[in-house]
C-alpha cells in the first residue's frame, strides 16, 4: 500500500485540513490540487465529486469524497497507528463524537461563521445563532484538559478541532481555560503544523 494521497481542496482552512492533518499523521505523502471556487461545480471536478464540493481525495487509485469518510478510510488502512480507538468505553465515546462534530455541529457552524464574513446570506447566522451557541458551549466543555476524546490521541480529536477552531473564530467559543489546553495540546501537533492546520486561530 503507497502512502500517497491526492488532495483537493480550495485552501488549507478548508474540510480538507481534516484529511490533510490525518494523512500527515500517518506519514503520507501529500499532492495538492488546489481548485478556485467555482470550479468545484463545472467538470473536470464534477465528475470526481458529484456533490460539487471539497475535499475529494485520490488513495490507493480510488476516488474519494466526505472528509471525516476519507479521515477514517486512512485511518483503517492502519490500524497500527490507533487512529480509531480499539475498546470500549473509548470507541464509544470516539463514534459519539464524529457524529456529534460532523453532522450536529459542523455545517452550522460553518455557516455561521461564513455569514458573519459575508461569504454567504445572514440569515444562516441568524437562524443559527440559537441552537448552536448552547450545543458548541456543550461540546467545548466536554473536552479534557490533560488528554484525549478517546484516551488517546486519535480522529475524533481532529474532527472536534475543526469545530471547536471555527466556533473560536466565528466568537461563538472562547479560547480560554479547558478548551485552550486542550487546543494548545493539538496544536502542537506536528502532524498538525505541517497541515496548517490552525493557521488563522
Ligand atoms: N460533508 C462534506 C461537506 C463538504 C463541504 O461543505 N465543503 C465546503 C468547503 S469546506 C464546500 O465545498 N463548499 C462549497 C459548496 O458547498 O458549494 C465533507 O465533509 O466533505
Given at each position: 500500500m503507497s502512502r500517497h494521497i491526492r488532495i483537493w481542496s480550495f485552501?488549507?482552512?478548508?474540510?480538507s485540513g481534516k484529511v490533510r492533518w490525518t494523512a500527515n499523521e500517518l506519514g503520507y505523502e501529500i499532492e495538492e490540487a488546489r481548485i478556485k471556487?467555482?470550479?468545484?461545480?463545472?467538470e473536470p471536478y464534477q465528475a470526481l465529486n458529484p456533490y460539487q464540493q471539497v475535499p475529494t481525495a485520490e488513495l490507493d487509485g480510488q476516488t474519494l469524497i466526505e472528509s471525516t469518510a476519507i479521515c477514517l478510510a486512512l485511518a483503517e488502512r492502519h490500524?497500527?497507528?490507533?487512529?480509531?480507538?480499539?475498546?470500549?468505553p473509548a470507541r464509544d465515546r470516539f463514534w459519539q463524537t464524529i457524529s456529534l462534530a460532523g453532522t450536529t455541529l459542523e455545517t452550522p457552524v460553518v455557516l455561521y461563521y461564513l455569514a458573519k464574513l459575508g461569504f454567504v446570506e445572514p440569515a444562516w447566522a441568524e437562524l443559527w445563532a440559537g441552537p448552536l451557541q448552547p450545543r458548541l458551549t456543550t461540546f467545548a466543555a466536554s473536552v479534557s484538559r490533560d488528554g484525549y476524546i478517546g484516551g488517546e490521541f486519535s480522529i475524533a480529536d481532529i474532527c472536534a478541532a475543526y469545530v471547536l477552531r471555527i466556533g473560536v473564530q466565528a466568537d461563538?467559543?472562547?479560547?480560554?481555560g479547558k478548551l485552550e489546553a486542550y487546543l494548545r495540546r493539538l496544536m502542537e501537533r506536528p502532524a498538525a503544523q505541517a497541515a496548517r492546520f490552525f493557521e488563522g486561530l
Amino acid at each position: 500500500m503507497s502512502r500517497h494521497i491526492r488532495i483537493w481542496s480550495f485552501a488549507d482552512v478548508d474540510r480538507s485540513g481534516k484529511v490533510r492533518w490525518t494523512a500527515n499523521e500517518l506519514g503520507y505523502e501529500i499532492e495538492e490540487a488546489r481548485i478556485k471556487p467555482g470550479e468545484h461545480t463545472a467538470e473536470p471536478y464534477q465528475a470526481l465529486n458529484p456533490y460539487q464540493q471539497v475535499p475529494t481525495a485520490e488513495l490507493d487509485g480510488q476516488t474519494l469524497i466526505e472528509s471525516t469518510a476519507i479521515c477514517l478510510a486512512l485511518a483503517e488502512r492502519h490500524p497500527e497507528a490507533g487512529l480509531i480507538p480499539a475498546g470500549q468505553p473509548a470507541r464509544d465515546r470516539f463514534w459519539q463524537t464524529i457524529s456529534l462534530a460532523g453532522t450536529t455541529l459542523e455545517t452550522p457552524v460553518v455557516l455561521y461563521y461564513l455569514a458573519k464574513l459575508g461569504f454567504v446570506e445572514p440569515a444562516w447566522a441568524e437562524l443559527w445563532a440559537g441552537p448552536l451557541q448552547p450545543r458548541l458551549t456543550t461540546f467545548a466543555a466536554s473536552v479534557s484538559r490533560d488528554g484525549y476524546i478517546g484516551g488517546e490521541f486519535s480522529i475524533a480529536d481532529i474532527c472536534a478541532a475543526y469545530v471547536l477552531r471555527i466556533g473560536v473564530q466565528a466568537d461563538l467559543l472562547s479560547l480560554e481555560g479547558k478548551l485552550e489546553a486542550y487546543l494548545r495540546r493539538l496544536m502542537e501537533r506536528p502532524a498538525a503544523q505541517a497541515a496548517r492546520f490552525f493557521e488563522g486561530l
